[in-house]
């Protein structure tokens, strides 16, 4: 039966303390801190930032993290990742969501942290807002790497998926603004051997949780926002109570 944990804390300070090569693969979606000119910009609430508006819905809370420039944004990302790179196995896998705004930087920081880079995944959102006059933002983008050398073993995984984001209306809700479509996180988890360890420093709302239980994985989840680390901690273990059914 696959076991899980989730801690509440600054991602960088559990990464300190976990055992080198103890994960399989790191698969997350950390704050991309994009967007905006101003510094108001980047210190405003993230709620009314990626949704442009004032609604409490509990999946609109405001998250930690989201405030850095350019050049801290970049810093940060390779003080992590190094970290990251040094807990999981040789040959482990880097799974990592950004944006357009933030992609070179995203795939340097893989780099400069001294992960492979292996290449870019777009996700296309079919029910993006269009503009006039501009092209339509569809897409975010799956950055991933690799511990070293890897080998041609495991499943053959999607180039590219098309999935909208959760809704507030679907079926048990939305739980976080930048939320990720489970079927699309059950896809990439998959990079992680059957029976191995998927660790995600910034679990938000528990997805890459629930994808790794449902799909015969370990996981470990670090979430520095209390409301998040919470709802997170409910979701995986939702996940994890018919699995437990089936083992028994």
């Not at 442009?52 to 993290?65: H, Q």
């Not at 098309?162 to 809700?173: C, I, L």
């Not at 239980?213 to 370990?218: D, H, K, M, N, S």
Request: hydrophobic share 35%; aromatic share 8%.
């Amino acid at each position: 039966m696959p076991t899980w944990e989730l801690h509440q804390r600054d991602a960088l300070a559990h990464l300190a303390s976990m055992d080198t090569g103890s994960v399989d693969a790191v698969i997350t979606d950390p704050p991309y801190s994009s967007g905006g000119m101003m510094r108001g910009d980047r210190t405003g609430n993230t709620r009314v930032k990626y949704t442009g508006s004032k609604t409490e819905l509990p999946s609109a809370l405001d998250f930690a993290g989201d405030n850095r420039d350019g050049h801290g944004w970049a810093y940060w990302m390779t003080l992590w990742l190094s970290e990251a790179l040094r807990v999981t196995t040789v040959g482990g896998a880097l799974v990592m969501f950004t944006d357009w705004r933030q992609l070179p930087t995203a795939t340097d920081s893989i780099q400069a942290g001294g992960w492979v880079w292996r290449g870019v995944v777009p996700w296309i959102k079919p029910d993006a807002r269009p503009q006039r006059g501009r092209f339509t933002q569809s897409a975010e983008f799956v950055v991933w790497g690799t511990a070293g050398p890897r080998g041609l073993v495991g499943d053959t995984l999607p180039g590219y998926y098309h999935a909208r984001v959760p809704r507030n209306n679907d079926p048990g809700g939305r739980h976080h603004i930048t939320e990720k479509p489970l079927d699309v996180m059950r896809s990439l988890v998959r990079i992680c051997p059957d029976g191995g360890t998927v660790l995600d420093p910034f679990a938000g709302a528990g997805t890459t949780g629930r994808a790794a239980l449902l799909e015969g994985r370990r996981f470990i989840g670090c979430e520095i926002t209390e409301h998040y680390a919470e709802v997170s901690r409910q979701r995986i273990a939702e996940a994890a109570e018919p699995l437990d059914h089936m083992s028994t």
